[in-house]
C-alpha cells in the first residue's frame, strides 16, 4: 500500500535554532518528492521538488535531502526564524498517472521567541 | 498573475443545505484539482481535470459531491446536501504540465467550509 509517514507530528524549537523533519514512504514506482510549507490559513507552496537522482536540494535555509533506497527523506531548516511556524507536508508522486499524489499528515513547527 | 483565487474564503451553513465552492485556477494552466483538509485526515485528493475534463473523481466521498469546469477558467465543486462531517478546508489547485516538467501545483487559498 502506498503510504507517506511524517515524524514528528508536531516541533517546538526556539527561535535560531536548527531542525530536521523526517518523511518516509513506501510509494511505488517513485517519480518525485516534494516539500511543502502550509502557513496557517493559507495553501501549501512548494519548497522543494526532487527526483530520484537527486540527494539534496536547498532552498534558502530549508535543505531537502532524499535516500531513494531506503525511502526516507528530511527537510532540514537552519537558524529558524519565527516565520517558520507552519505546516510542513511531505507529498509523493508516484510514476504511473498525471496525478497519483500520496501525502503525509505533516509535522507542525512551532518557532517561539 | 493573482495564483488561484478560491471563494468564498469561509462559509457556514446548515446540515441539508447546499454548498457551492468556487475556483479560479492560474491562466494557461490545464489541470485543475480539488482537495479536502482535516486535522484527522489530512490533504485528499477529491477530483481532477485536465483540460476541462474529469479525470479521476475517486477520491469524491459520496454522490452528495459534484464538481464541475465548464471552461479553463472556472471550476466549481457542489455539496448537496451537507452534512456536519463535511467540514473541512477545501483547496483548488492548478497546474501545467507545459511549464514544469514536475507538474507543480499551486494552491488556492482555500475554503473553510463549516456545517452545523
Known amino acids: 500500500k502506498n503510504q507517506v509517514e511524517q515524524s514528528p507530528q508536531s516541533l517546538i524549537i526556539l527561535e535560531g535554532k536548527n531542525c530536521t523533519l523526517q518523511?518516509?514512504?513506501?510509494?511505488?514506482?517513485?517519480?518525485?518528492l516534494r516539500w511543502y510549507k502550509q502557513d496557517t490559513g493559507r495553501g501549501p507552496v512548494s519548497l522543494t521538488i526532487m527526483t530520484f537522482s537527486e540527494n539534496t536540494k536547498s532552498n534558502g535555509r530549508y535543505t531537502a535531502t532524499l535516500d531513494a533506497d531506503t525511502k526516507q527523506s528530511s527537510l532540514h531548516i537552519t537558524a529558524s526564524q519565527l516565520s517558520d511556524s507552519a505546516s510542513y507536508i511531505c507529498v509523493v508522486k508516484e510514476q504511473t498517472g498525471a496525478n497519483n499524489l500520496f501525502f503525509g499528515t505533516g509535522t507542525r513547527l512551532t518557532v517561539i521567541p | 498573475d493573482a495564483g488561484v483565487i478560491q471563494s468564498p474564503r469561509h462559509e457556514v451553513t446548515e446540515m441539508g443545505q447546499e454548498v457551492t465552492l468556487r475556483c479560479k485556477p492560474i491562466?494557461?494552466?490545464?489541470?485543475l484539482f480539488w482537495y479536502r483538509q482535516t486535522m484527522m485526515r489530512g490533504l485528499e485528493l477529491l477530483i481532477y481535470?485536465?483540460?476541462?475534463?474529469?479525470?479521476?473523481d475517486s477520491g469524491m466521498p459520496e454522490d452528495r459531491f459534484s464538481a464541475k469546469m465548464p471552461n479553463a477558467s472556472f471550476s466549481t465543486l457542489k455539496i448537496q446536501p451537507s452534512e456536519p462531517r463535511d467540514s473541512a478546508v477545501y483547496f483548488c489547485?492548478?497546474?501545467?504540465?507545459?511549464?514544469?516538467?514536475?507538474?507543480?501545483?499551486?494552491f488556492g487559498p482555500g475554503t473553510r467550509l463549516t456545517v452545523l
Open positions: 518523511c518516509n514512504y513506501t510509494v511505488s514506482p517513485f517519480s518525485n
Open positions: 481535470f485536465n483540460n476541462n475534463v474529469p479525470i479521476d
Open positions: 491562466s494557461g494552466h490545464d489541470y
Open positions: 489547485a492548478s497546474s501545467s504540465q507545459r511549464s514544469s516538467s514536475y507538474n507543480e501545483q499551486f
